[in-house]
């Protein structure tokens, strides 16, 4: 069977795309990694406190009834968390410096690269009030 993804794949009756299959297979092994590398920052102390807090912040903004935009409204009501969560973890990635990153890192450089590439643009989809606004909060 070919593996290759095509844009115009349809996914069988009763079957899971290769897409599908794909994007899970790479979210698990991409996961480990991401999990790892956070708690390490969490806990270096050469990580500025103010973006470990804002992470912590964000985690309980997510758990919190409390929410920009109401889970309740499909798709929009996720994608506000989605791109707050890639916003926060980029900040404290950033704010961690490359020598302390790539200590906690165990992935590949590439996958790494790409982690804060796609950070990186979901992070630039906050709107610029809220990003002025938590970047006045975390120093």
Known sequence: MNESLRPDEVIPPGGKSLQLRALTKDLLEFLPNIIKLLGGLMKDPRVPRRSKMLLGA????????????????????????????????????????????????????????????????????????VRKWIDRFSG
């Open 58 to 129: 964000f985690l309980v903004y997510l758990v919190s009834p409390i929410d920009l935009v109401p889970d309740a409204i499909p798709v929009v009501g996720v994608v506000d968390d989605v791109l707050l969560a890639a916003y926060a973890v980029n900040h404290l990635i950033a704010r961690a410096g490359e020598d302390v990153v790539l200590e906690h890192w165990d992935g590949p450089q590439d996958l790494l690269e790409m982690v804060r590439s796609v950070l990186d643009a979901a992070g630039s989809l906050v709107p610029p009030p």
